[in-house]
T-cell receptor
Framework: DAGVIQSPRHEVTEMGQEVTLRCKPI?????LFWYRQTMMRGLELLIY????????DSGMPEDRFSAKMPNASFSTLKIQPSEPRDSAVYFC???????????FGPGTRLTVL | AQSVTQLGSHVSVSEGALVLLRCNYS??????LFWYVQYPNQGLQLLLK??????LVKGINGFEAEFKKSETSFHLTKPSAHMSDAAEYFC????????????FGKGTKLSVKP
């Protein structure tokens, strides 16, 4: 397995634009997590899914952020409209049904100008 | 609610010296505990985990950690640092194996001097 795949790896956009981050989980993993990492706030859980269903989105900062998991092999995190304070590295991680470690993707470095 | 405190945001050691990265946690139920490592421009990678079996846990790259309930600690150690160990290390706690409740510490950046 290629591991968790995220795209794009880098994204530079202007304030007000829509940004879509993508994640392909490891095959067979039932949990998918979206994290945001910044120098100021460290690693924060934004939302997670179990069997494609959003379980907890309390970490999503505001309504500009939305996440979907239309099937077991794909998830998106969308920011609309983007703001400079959204600049961060966004990680997707996945885990199996039985307790197991979370496997992280390489991250998407987002810069909003 | 559980929480994690990592003492020292930066630790510097000489090559060949002991590595000790400190982690203290709080949890209302028996926790699962983890150490992850992050190399520059990469995602996090699991070093080791404690899930209520042996209290001394051995991980990859020669690292180990000991769960001490009385001290609510899970410090990470390595007897002899290597240059390739330079990275950021994150301690994390999960209550009762609940996948959605993994809380990370702020991280400790380890530098290794030649």
């Amino acid at each position: 397995d290629a591991g968790v795949i995220q795209s794009p790896r880098h994204e530079v956009t202007e304030m007000g634009q829509e940004v879509t981050l993508r994640c392909k989980p490891i095959s067979g993993h039932d949990y998918l997590f979206w994290y945001r990492q910044t120098m100021m706030r460290g690693l924060e859980l934004l939302i997670y899914f179990n069997n494609n269903v959003p379980i907890d989105d309390s970490g999503m900062p505001e309504d500009r952020f939305s996440a979907k998991m239309p099937n077991a092999s794909f998830s998106t995190l969308k920011i609309q409209p983007s703001e400079p304070r959204d600049s961060a590295v966004y990680f997707c991680a996945t885990a199996g049904q039985r307790f197991n470690e979370q496997f992280f993707g390489p991250g998407t470095r987002l810069t909003v100008l | 609610a559980q929480s994690v405190t990592q003492l020292g945001s930066h630790v510097s050691v000489s090559e060949g010296a002991l590595v000790l990265l400190r982690c203290n946690y709080s949890s209302s139920v028996p926790p699962y505990l983890f150490w992850y490592v992050q190399y520059p421009n990469q995602g996090l990678q699991l070093l080791l985990k404690y899930t209520s079996a042996a209290t001394l846990v051995k991980g990859i790259n020669g690292f180990e950690a000991e769960f001490k309930k009385s001290e609510t600690s899970f410090h990470l150690t390595k007897p002899s640092a290597h240059m390739s160990d330079a990275a950021e290390y994150f301690c994390a706690v999960m209550e009762g194996g609940s996948q959605g409740n993994l809380i990370f510490g702020k991280g400790t950046k380890l530098s290794v001097k030649p």
